[in-house]
Structures are given as structure tokens and as C-alpha cells.
């Protein structure tokens, strides 16, 4: 047997799917990220579940049809995302996977909340005032005790 990856273990696809459509449900509601997604393309939080996906050993859906990491850095350019904005969607994304049923255990939310506080704080400094060069990156991927090095490249 081998080990499942996150997103196996999480339940693929349609749990990833269920957590997202859920989570967005929240956010447009939510004081602090409504603005943030105001006028968001409904299309968003499925476009989020295959990057997340990707992330997590699932397909690489996000890098056949939507253009990979150099793709989501660039949605966040120019954003300026607040620290209080990121923490509340980091917050709100591990409520919902309670609400949604993923799982509890201790080494998935290591791992999920890992990539989480990892991606969130990413996306701040791509939506800050000096990001970095947006360039033609691999969609991390995590896994179990794993921290991929980020090289940029």
C-alpha cells in the first residue's frame, strides 16, 4: 500500500469542490473579505478548488487550463490584500473545512493549515507594493512532512 496524497486523503475532488463553493458562499457575506470578491467571477471558487487541488498531489488541472502558479500570482498583483484580509480568509477557509467534513485528524491539518498560512502569506506579497517577478514558477506541491523549498523558479 502506498501513502495517499493530501488531496486523496481529504477526499479529492468533491470534497475540495464542496469545501470551496462553501467557503465563497462565506466570504461574499463576511464584513472583512466581501470586498475582496466583490464582482468575483463565478467561476472563482472552482478555479480555486483546481489550484488547490494541484497543490495538494491532485491533478494538475490549474496548470493544463488556467496557466499555473504564474497565473494565480498575477490575479493577486496590485490587490493589496491587508494582513487583517488574510488572516480572516485563513480563518474562515478552516471553519468551513469543519463545516464541510474534511478531516480532523492531526497530520492533515498540519499539512493543510501549512500550505494555508504558506499560500495566504504568498498572496500578500504578491498584492503588495513591491511583488515579486511573476515568472513561469511550478504549482507547489505539499505533502505529508514535506516543506517544498521555494526557489522562485
Known amino acids: 500500500m502506498s501513502t495517499p496524497t493530501i488531496y486523496e486523503w481529504m477526499g479529492g475532488g468533491e470534497a475540495m469542490n464542496r469545501l470551496t463553493a462553501a467557503f465563497y458562499g462565506h466570504a461574499l457575506q463576511d464584513e472583512i473579505l466581501a470586498p475582496v470578491f466583490a464582482g468575483m467571477d463565478p467561476g472563482h471558487p472552482q478555479h480555486v478548488a483546481a489550484w488547490l487541488s494541484e497543490v495538494f498531489g491532485g491533478p494538475a488541472d490549474y496548470t493544463a487550463h488556467h496557466g499555473g502558479h504564474r497565473h494565480m500570482a498575477t490575479k493577486h498583483l496590485g490587490r493589496g490584500i491587508t494582513e487583517q484580509q488574510r488572516r ?4 474562515l477557509l478552516l471553519d468551513t473545512a469543519d463545516e464541510v467534513g474534511l478531516p480532523t ?5 498540519a499539512v493543510f493549515v501549512y500550505y494555508i498560512e504558506w499560500g495566504t502569506r504568498m498572496a500578500l506579497i504578491y498584492s503588495g507594493d513591491n511583488p515579486p ?7 507547489p506541491v505539499w505533502s505529508w512532512g514535506q516543506t517544498p523549498p521555494w526557489t522562485g523558479s
Open 88 to 91: 480572516r480568509w485563513v480563518d
Open 105 to 109: 485528524d492531526p497530520e492533515f491539518r
Open 133 to 139: 517577478p511573476v515568472d513561469a514558477a511550478k504549482v
